[in-house]
């Protein structure tokens, strides 16, 4: 296992170089000019020579290449440069979002796999039963349902009808301290709605392993044994049907991180989403490779310890092949 992480680990060093590559290729074949949205509404009316002076202090007139190279070889040092869009250093501008759309998609991810799991052991004892076809029918409407339009539901239902949640943000308007109870009651809508995007993976899956493990051997030995049904069904076909869930957690963190963008820009998150989509709109080059290679790194991560999990809760996988 150890050295399969190594291995998966020096590959993702020139995997994340490429990344940068294709960040700095993109924003240079947009046509969005960086000046003029740096110098926002007064690039309007700003003469052509008061723009390319601007080109040239930002860096944007010289070639997308050696822009990259720049940045990558400062970025190994620790420095990943000024964000143009946010005037911040790129480093301030993730240390003060970062955390935030960690604890959202920590929470929703946590959430969403122990209800994914629970209903979908309830849905597999009873496969073809009013439960199961309830819960089946449920999840694939939440999976078909795009996250912007669950939140904006979540808001109009919750937040503008009920009056029970807050419709966004981290604290209430016109507080100035940001308490734990505050953040708590905020995080509720959010963390709901993303976990409801991630949900009908989780069911389906356990649904499936789950009820192929029930119709297996061992476990028919185990009810032949005598043992009570729920013995039965959460120390032998849960275990059994557990395994494919493993793989699922990695991939699932690209769809997870889209999603979480979608929410945080829909409840006024202060997460890195308004970051992302300030720097996409203004072609802020730093801060757009330094984003994408932490969303990229966060997938391999993902992945990893999926296949790390998988190999410890069953012992015939060989990390050889991994």
């Known amino acids: 296992m150890a050295r399969m992480a190594g291995r998966r680990l020096l590959a993702a060093v020139p995997?994340?170089?490429?990344?940068?590559?294709?960040v700095f290729a993109l924003a240079a074949a947009s046509p969005f000019d960086p000046a003029k949205a740096y110098a926002g509404t007064s690039g309007l009316s700003a003469g052509q020579d008061v723009l390319d002076r601007l080109r040239e202090n930002l860096g944007a007139d010289r070639p997308f290449v050696a822009r990259w190279w720049d940045w990558?070889?400062?970025?190994?040092?620790?420095?990943?440069?000024?964000?143009?869009?946010?005037?911040?250093?790129?480093?301030?501008?993730?240390?003060e979002r970062v955390?935030?759309?960690?604890?959202?998609?920590?929470?929703a991810?946590?959430?969403?796999?122990t209800v994914g799991t629970a209903l979908g052991v309830l849905a597999a004892r009873r496969r073809g039963g009013l439960l199961d076809r309830?819960?089946?029918?449920?999840?694939?409407?939440?999976e078909a349902a795009p996250p912007f339009w669950l939140g904006l539901l979540a808001v109009w239902g919750f937040a503008l009808k009920l009056d029970?949640?807050?419709?966004?943000?981290?604290?209430?308007?016109?507080s100035d301290v940001v308490t734990a109870g505050q953040v708590a009651s905020h995080l509720v809508l959010p963390a709901a709605v993303l976990a409801a995007t991630q949900l009908p993976w989780f069911v389906l899956y356990v649904r499936q392993g789950v009820g192929d493990a029930l119709t297996e051997d061992p476990v028919r030995g185990a009810r032949a044994r005598g043992l009570s049904e729920r013995t039965v069904l959460l120390h032998h076909a849960l275990r059994s049907g557990l395994?494919?869930?493993?793989?699922?957690?990695?991939?699932?963190?690209?769809?997870?991180?889209?999603?979480?963008?979608?929410?945080?820009?829909?409840f006024s998150w202060p997460g890195i989403a308004s970051a992302t989509v300030e720097a996409a709109t203004k072609v802020d080059f730093p801060l757009l490779a330094a984003l994408t290679v932490l969303a990229t790194?966060?997938?391999?991560?993902g992945n990893l310890l999926s296949d790390l999990l998988y190999g410890l809760a069953d012992p015939r996988v060989s990390h050889e092949e991994m």
């Open 15 to 22: 995997l994340l170089a490429v990344v940068t590559f294709g």
């Open 72 to 95: 990558l070889t400062a970025a190994l040092t620790g420095d990943l440069g000024d964000s143009a869009s946010l005037r911040q250093p790129v480093t301030q501008v993730i240390g």
């Open 109 to 113: 991810f946590a959430l969403a796999v």
């Open 134 to 142: 309830t819960v089946t029918s449920l999840a694939y409407v939440l």
């Open 297 to 301: 790194a966060a997938v391999l991560v």
């Open 243 to 266: 395994l494919p869930v493993l793989t699922l957690l990695g991939s699932r963190v690209p769809e997870l991180i889209t999603g979480a963008l979608l929410v945080e820009t829909v």
């Open 164 to 174: 029970a949640l807050p419709a966004g943000g981290l604290t209430d308007t016109g």
């Open 99 to 107: 955390g935030w759309s960690v604890l959202l998609g920590g929470v």
